[in-house]
């Protein structure tokens, strides 16, 4: 089965950017499209960005659309989200995972935590 590791998060001011990679394990993204989403303390996960299989689509939430940018590598089987201009309120813990039907087991994540 197919497992997913996100990294790249950390710390980071208002309008900076990060760029956070998941990676996958056991097998390929294969012909799965991708997403991104976070979840905060006492809150849903929410649904960031998506990557069609063929890299050719994406899909944003308004929050982060025109900011944040997802890339599919499947060379390297990664997936990538490049999030610019950032905001305090894009702190959370980011996961990646198919998308819209999530069918793998969810990772760790990575934190960003963005300061104003």
């Known amino acids: 089965q197919v497992q997913v590791a996100e990294s790249g998060g950390g710390l980071g001011q208002s309008g900076g950017s990060l760029r956070l990679s998941c990676a996958a394990s056991?097998?390929?993204?294969?012909?799965?499209?991708m997403g991104w989403y976070r979840q905060t303390p006492g809150k849903e996960r929410e649904f960031v960005a998506a990557?069609?299989?063929?890299?050719?689509?994406?899909f944003y939430a308004d929050s982060v659309e025109g900011r944040f940018t997802i890339h599919r590598d499947d060379a390297k089987n990664t997936v990538n989200l490049q999030m610019n201009s950032l905001k305090p309120e894009d702190t959370a813990v980011y996961y990646c995972?198919?998308?819209?039907?999530?069918?793998?087991?969810w990772g760790q994540g990575t934190q960003v935590t963005i300061s104003s």
């Open positions: 995972n198919t998308y819209p039907t999530i069918l793998m087991d």
């Open positions: 056991g097998g390929t993204f294969g012909h799965f499209r």
């Open positions: 990557v069609s299989w063929t890299g050719e689509t994406t």
